[in-house]
């Protein structure tokens, strides 16, 4: 077996693999026999079959597949024991393989396309700047928070007379049918044009309307009806509303009912208490806003501080072929450069960890998946109350989706080590910025 490689620059490259006979045949006339003594051909006992017989039959077939075998460790042990840094995967080139004539042919010569990492500098230390932005507690962000909670812990009322805002329970019934959909429509839900159709409403009313010019999106329609999505896009024409009921939320107020149902039976027994209590929540909460501001923007600044050379033709002939006709050339043409960001900074995560020897071990990938049971679950105080169980949960979670969940979790917690490698090493300013501000800096790409 012969292998050589031809760059065509720093990126790309070929690999060219030529077998004779002594690379293949051997392995070749050893599967033949195993198939004598299995087969089961008419005329013969069932371990007697001549290999004459079980040559003609499969003997072909046995070849490619061989072959295949002997191409795939070749490769795979050359680009190991050549240390080539290789993105994708090798792609095998049409013109070497599309004139072979497998009946008389022994010498064969295969050739691959590869794209290479380029070797780049990476700089993480002081001399890089980054800034963390944190939100300001101020009194509007103090008011949005409270106004959620009022709302989310209100109490539900029937007034007499539908406003805006309200939502209508009642029953649906199309012109010409008696067939009838019990549902809730909520005016919130709506244009403020069709909404007014409904204001002024009370139980026992009917309210007749075009049901598509209304509720406009099959989602919606479904959802009021109470009917399978598949079954909205052919809903049309008038239906008609009776009111049964007409409900409202009342936001709570700020009293010692309040403060137990958000903090527990006397925690909170002040307002001066309720106001502090808040801020820190939202000081916590938005915690973690920033910080995962500051990891995007980690990640933008290596990605584009960091020179590095892709494959470019390389990469998205690669993805048109992995992706078996899902995608077309002009989608991957137009998601090109997403992908080329996430693949550069695969690469300098990778890059870090290794020169920095960061590694993940067992107990960081249990401890990791804690953290995602917990969340999944609706807080730390599950995994107490599991007790002993939890390891059972975790093996269980780390075994899921064919083992995916492990290698997830594995990638998780490098990219987590590896943000804390750079936040140590970089220099990072804190500022700090309105709600609105941070809002509109995070929705930057």
Known sequence: MEINLEKRNTTEAFIKVSLKPEDYQPKVEQKIKEYAKKAEVKG???????????????????????????????????????????????????????????????????????????DFKLDVSKKQKITKYEIKVDAKVKKETIDNLKEQYGNMTNPEVCEDGDSLFGSFIAEGSEEEHKGLLELNMLDKKEAKLFIGAKPGDSITFDIRKTLQADTLIAQVLGIDIKEAPAVNGNYTLQVKNINRKVPAEINQ????????????????EFNRKIEESITANYAKESDWLLERDIRKHFTEKTKITTPDDFLKDWLFLTNGGKVTKAQIENEFDLYLQDLKWSLIRNRIAEDNKIQVDQ??????????LAEQFGGPGILAQLGDRVDEFVKTYLEGNDGQNYQNVVHQVLADKVYAFIKENVTISSKKVSLDEFRKLAEKA
């Open 363 to 372: 107990q960081d990938i249990t401890e990791k998946t804690k953290v995602i």
């Open 257 to 272: 009912e309040f403060f137990d149902r958000l903090f527990g039976k006397d925690v909170v027994k002040s307002t001066e």
């Open 44 to 118: 013969f006992r069932k371990g007697k079959v001549p290999t004459s017989v079980i040559n003609k039959m499969y003997g072909k077939s046995i070849l490619v597949d061989e072959i295949n075998h002997v191409l795939h460790h070749s490769l795979d042990n050359y680009i190991k024991e050549e240390k080539l840094k290789i993105i994708g995967e090798p792609i095998p080139r049409q013109e070497s393989t599309q004139n072979i004539d497998w009946d008389t042919q022994t010498e064969f010569d295969f050739e691959y396309h590869i794209g290479l990492v380029d």
